[in-house]
């Protein structure tokens, strides 16, 4: 049964907080299984047997350890940006330009969120 219980519920899934904490919640997902990943593959080069470098049917360890990292580096720097953006969400300040004080579009925020200029002021900063 849905009624006004889950009423905050939604509203909260639609504000920007809830929307930033969705946000977060998926980046966490994503950073947990990057590091399971790792953590195996953390385990095949400690193994006696790995040699990688010889395989021609893939990727070697070195390669996929590469490639998971600079993986999990995004991840964490997004949820910087997202923590960020919460932090803004609390104090009030959240969609308003860092530079110019200008409100930042709607539509700019629906497809990032963690933004903290307004467009002319991202152009002006090269971002």
Request: aromatic share 2%; hydrophobic share 40%.
């Amino acid at each position: 049964m849905t009624g006004r219980a889950d009423a905050p519920r939604a509203e909260k899934a639609r504000s920007p907080e809830g929307a930033l904490d969705a946000r977060r919640a998926d980046a966490e997902a994503r950073l947990s299984r990057i590091e399971r990943e790792m953590a195996v593959l953390r385990a095949d080069r400690a193994g006696e047997s790995a040699d990688d470098e010889h395989d021609p049917e893939g990727d070697t360890l070195a390669a996929e350890w590469s490639r998971l990292e600079g993986l999990r580096t995004a991840v964490r720097a997004e949820l910087t940006d997202i923590d960020g953006a919460l932090v803004r969400v609390r104090a009030g300040t959240y969609g308003a330009c860092a530079d110019c004080g200008r409100a930042i579009p709607a539509a700019r925020l629906e497809v990032r969120p963690t933004a903290t200029r307004c467009v002319s002021c991202a152009s002006r900063a090269g971002l």
